[in-house]
């Protein structure tokens, strides 16, 4: 059982920066890929980043490449994203997830536990 926690989001005006962070309960977190998702009022949960379990490998969806930065911290049983050069259109409430899997992390079905979401608000 992994429980996931979100912090970090908030208001930020277009330009600006913010740095999300997951922590994550449980001493198998090292174990576990871990991805960002947002969801957007009348969209769909979308993928933004993932990385894998050693972070040695990271993966970004084509709308955030360049502005964000996945990274984890398994001691500290955290992840992180790093998020500039914010758009009105980053809008939304971002989960963090836990895999199991190291292939298709761009894919939500991949993710077992979920965080209960952060909003981030881009303002222009």
């Known amino acids: 059982q992994v429980q996931l926690v979100e912090s970090g989001g908030g208001l930020v005006q277009a330009g600006g920066s913010l740095r999300l962070s997951c922590a994550a309960s449980?001493?198998?977190?090292?174990?576990?890929?871990m991805g960002w998702f947002r969801q957007a009022p009348g969209k769909e949960r979308e993928f933004v980043a993932a990385i894998s379990w050693s972070g040695s490998s990271t993966y970004y969806a084509d709308s955030v490449k360049g502005r964000f930065t996945i990274s984890r911290d398994n001691a500290k049983n955290t992840v992180y994203l790093e998020m500039n050069s914010l758009k009105p259109e980053d809008t939304a409430v971002y989960y963090c997830a836990a895999s199991q899997w190291n292939n298709g992390l761009e894919r939500a079905i991949k993710y077992r536990y979920w965080g209960q979401g952060t909003q981030v608000t881009v303002s222009s």
């Open positions: 449980g001493r198998t977190f090292s174990t576990y890929a």
